[in-house]
């Protein structure tokens, strides 16, 4: 019975018939699958030439599935993003602005949501933004009130001032469809583009106070 031994490289094998002393050289993946037989009288410099190419067509092949998983680098400034400098300054200065706003709505004991964004550049194209619940997230609906969902009141007068570039409930339009037209949120120009806070939850008054702290924070650094 004859028997195999094995060596393996690259996904490629190697095998010698030890009855027939006969190598066969198997190039999977490489040159059509195709077998390469040696014979004892071929030179040792063929056999070993045929085992370069297996290890270099290997690498080769190792190479290009890497390059074809690469992540394609996309430009920020033409796809209209956030560039990388600015999105850090807001995420390491966030925190701190909605702790402090959340501080401020406790000492003034009023619950809602907090939400502080920031928009690089003059013409609106994207936002990074954050929020903070302050012990609620909405008002419960009742019998006799359809209740508020905090969240999106808050977020609705960021995104009246995303449009208008003016503090909500000011511009001096009416509302639109999706906006509230209510008080409680502020905006400020700023060297590299504009930051937002606001806040919902208690009277206008007290939702400015809130939105203030949160918005002096982030005007101080950008």
Request: proline residues 3%; hydrophobic residues 40%.
């Amino acid at each position: 019975m004859t028997s195999h031994n094995y060596i393996a490289l690259n996904l490629r094998f190697i095998w010698i018939r030890d009855q027939e002393r006969t190598i066969y050289l198997e190039t999977r993946n490489f040159m059509n699958n195709r077998f390469f037989l040696i014979r004892p009288t071929a030179s040792l410099a063929f056999f070993l030439a045929m085992l370069t190419i297996s290890a270099l067509a290997g690498t080769a092949n190792a190479a290009a599935a890497d390059k074809s998983d690469a992540s394609p680098k996309i430009n920020v400034k033409q796809a209209g993003l956030i560039s990388e400098s600015n999105s850090k300054i807001f995420s390491e200065l966030s925190d701190t602005a909605l702790v402090a706003m959340k501080k401020r709505a406790e000492e003034i004991k009023i619950q809602g949501v907090g939400v502080i964004a920031y928009i690089e550049g003059d013409n609106v194209t994207t936002w990074t933004s954050k929020m903070i619940v302050v012990g609620k997230l909405k008002n419960a609906p009742n019998q006799k009130d359809r209740g508020a969902n905090l969240l999106a009141i808050a977020y609705t007068k960021a995104t009246e001032m995303a449009d208008t570039l003016k503090d909500s409930g000011t511009s001096g339009r009416p509302p639109m469809t999706g906006e509230t037209g209510w008080q409680g949120g502020l905006i400020k120009k700023v060297k590299t583009g504009y930051v937002i806070a606001s806040f919902s939850g208690g009277p206008s008054e007290d939702d400015l106070k809130v939105a203030k702290v949160g918005l002096d924070i982030l005007a101080e650094k950008f």
